[in-house]
């Protein structure tokens, strides 16, 4: 019985007791599932009964994703992660990223994840801290990177370590927008105009270059 509820929880597998040596491998149909059975062979296996082989897999997911919102300084992450301790991992970087809000976690395990996930997620969260508010999102191999920055110094440094930092096999599509100076006003604000019967000369300052633009 214990060995059919482990069966009923996988998309596909098997389940196999040789006297009471239990063996138990396949594909959990859904992340819940995944952590169920993982538990349930970690710590309610019958009395008497040993597990002798186990290899349980998370659901395969296509497209894999993965996403971290940003906004006031703290982060909120959904969609998967290829293992517990890759997830573990990422909470981690989180929390230090975001040091002065507690990370909200919604991540599954799921498998298929493409190589180097850990790292452009981990580095995706680094630069999510510094940006006023913003998006990273993996989907597949693409690293979808969005966002406000305070200033175009910041969104250079951020796009120049994604490119230098995140693992070549993925696609980066950053939009990082910031605001743009205004314009100084100038000091002791003048304009002249000049007319010498033949042309019209004017120096001096001009509030915009649309007023400019207007002369």
């Given at each position: 019985a214990f060995a059919l509820k482990q069966l009923a929880q996988l998309k596909k597998g098997q389940a196999e007791l040789d006297g009471l040596d239990l063996s138990v491998a396949g594909e959990a149909a859904?992340?819940?599932?995944?952590?169920?059975?993982?538990?349930?062979l970690a710590k309610s296996?019958?009395?008497?009964?040993?597990?002798a082989?186990?290899?349980?897999?998370?659901?395969?997911?296509?497209?894999?994703?993965?996403?971290?919102?940003?906004?006031?300084?703290?982060?909120?992450?959904?969609?998967?992660?290829?293992s517990d301790d890759i997830r573990n991992t990422l909470a981690g970087v989180a929390k230090k990223a975001f040091a002065k809000s507690a990370p909200k976690d919604a991540t599954e395990v799921g498998d298929g994840a493409?190589?180097?996930?850990?790292?452009?997620?981990?580095?995706?969260?680094?630069?999510?801290?510094?940006?006023?508010?913003?998006?990273?999102?993996?989907?597949g191999k693409d690293l979808a990177f969005i966002g406000e920055a305070a200033d175009e110094a910041t969104a250079q440094a951020i796009r120049t370590a994604l490119k230098t930092d995140v693992p070549a096999n993925f696609r980066i599509n950053d939009q990082i927008k910031y605001p743009k100076p205004e314009s100084a006003t100038a000091a002791g604000y003048t304009m002249a105009i000049a007319f010498d019967g033949t042309g019209v000369e004017v120096t001096g300052h001009v509030p915009s270059d649309a007023a400019h633009a207007a002369m």
């Open positions: 859904t992340a819940p599932a995944f952590t169920s059975v993982k538990t349930a296996v019958p009395a008497g009964v040993k597990l082989f186990e290899k349980v897999t998370p659901p395969y997911i296509v497209p894999y994703a993965w996403q971290a919102k940003a906004a006031n300084g703290a982060v909120a992450m959904s969609g998967y992660a290829p493409p190589e180097g996930f850990g790292k452009a997620a981990a580095i995706a969260l680094q630069q999510l801290a510094q940006l006023k508010s913003g998006i990273a999102e993996v989907r």
